[in-house]
């Protein structure tokens, strides 16, 4: 017959209905009173471990179990704040570009001048989209550089950019890389 403390060690070990063996008989019998192994020289196996062990082992197993929990609900929260996160729907592209000389001829040299161009969406976006530029051409006369290039306005059915030189700079035309997101 085995000892209350055997059965607690089964319970633990085995689960609570003890149907799938888990253990042999020959485990918990033997010269030994059932107390471990029968051939007493191995330590490592489930029933060579004392009962505060195993007591010992699964409180750090619930430790382990309650930490992945908290962590599961964390990475739940995470999955719900992406859900529920706006995504884009549609973006578009282009390119616009100044009129050769517009920004150059006829200009006094100290003043400030500026030319905008403006790109009509396909299709209205559903709100003002994110608009994003980049300088793709600068062609200019001899002398200083000077340009710079805003998004002056957007709306949901099209955006404007500003191109802007100053000073004595002659600026023949530029244009710029576009794209629309919303």
């Not at 085995?14 to 042999?24: N, V």
């Not at 505060?52 to 699964?58: G, K």
């Not at 559903?126 to 793709?136: A, D, F, M, Q, S």
């Not at 290039?149 to 700079?169: C, E, H, I």
């Amino acid at each position: 017959m085995k000892t209350p403390a055997q059965l607690l060690l089964l319970i633990v070990l085995c689960g609570p209905d003890l149907q799938a063996p888990c253990m042999t008989e020959a485990q918990w019998s033997g010269s030994n009173n059932g107390d471990g192994p029968v051939d007493g020289g191995d330590t490592s196996t489930p029933a060579s471990m004392s009962l505060d062990a195993v007591i010992q082992q699964l409180f750090q197993q619930q430790a382990e179990i309650h930490q992945l929990q908290i962590d599961m609900a964390a990475k739940d929260q995470r999955i719900q704040a992406l859900e529920q996160r706006e995504y884009v729907k549609r973006c578009e592209s282009g390119i616009l570009e100044t009129p050769g000389d517009v920004l150059a001829s006829g200009a006094v040299p100290s003043s400030d001048r500026y030319h905008d161009e403006t790109a009509t969406f396909s299709r209205a976006f559903p709100k003002i989209p994110e608009v994003t530029i980049g300088l793709r051409l600068v062609d200019h006369l001899p002398g200083t550089i000077r340009v710079s290039a805003d998004v002056s306005s957007k709306s949901r059915t099209g955006m404007t950019v500003r191109f802007s030189s100053w000073d004595d700079s002659r600026l023949w035309r530029a244009s710029v890389y576009w794209m629309a997101c919303a």
